[in-house]
Nanobody
Framework: QVHLAESGGGSVQAGGSLRLSCAVS????????MAWVRQKPMGGLDGVAT???????DYAEAVRGRFTAYKDSKKNMIYLEMERVKPDDGTTYYC????????????????????WGKGALVTISS
């Protein structure tokens, strides 16, 4: 059974930085497309970043250039480095797997994810 556990959420000032971590068990970060998704204000999930099995990464336009997603295969963890955060970045972030192809932010948003954790709340203060 796949288990994903996010950590690192909290409050950060606009313009600041924060790193989210996700510990993966029951599978490996090299077995599936891994993703970071976040809760939309009116419900549903938006893809933030995806990390493919080969390590290639896709970002949502809203975070490209500010967020960095990566995985550590030895630790079986994935991370999301958030920099120059904006008020719109404040929400709950989930670590997720996507079992089907393609591995992309658009696919994760439109066609869904398979496993996800309990989420990490990120609050942006001005």
């Amino acid at each position: 059974q796949v288990h994903l556990a996010e950590s690192g959420g909290g409050s950060v000032q606009a313009g600041g930085s924060l790193r989210l971590s996700c510990a993966v068990s029951g599978t490996t970060v090299d077995s599936y497309c891994m993703a970071w998704v976040r809760q939309k204000p009116m419900g549903g999930l938006d893809g933030v970043a995806t990390i493919d099995i080969d390590g290639s990464i896709d970002y949502a336009e809203a975070v490209r250039g500010r967020f960095t997603a990566y995985k550590d295969s030895k630790k079986n963890m994935i991370y999301l480095e958030m920099e120059r955060v904006k008020p719109d970045d404040g929400t709950t972030y989930y670590c997720a797997t996507r079992h089907r192809r393609p591995c992309s932010v658009e696919a994760a948003t439109l066609y869904g994810i398979n496993d996800w954790g309990k989420g990490a709340l990120v609050t942006i203060s001005s």
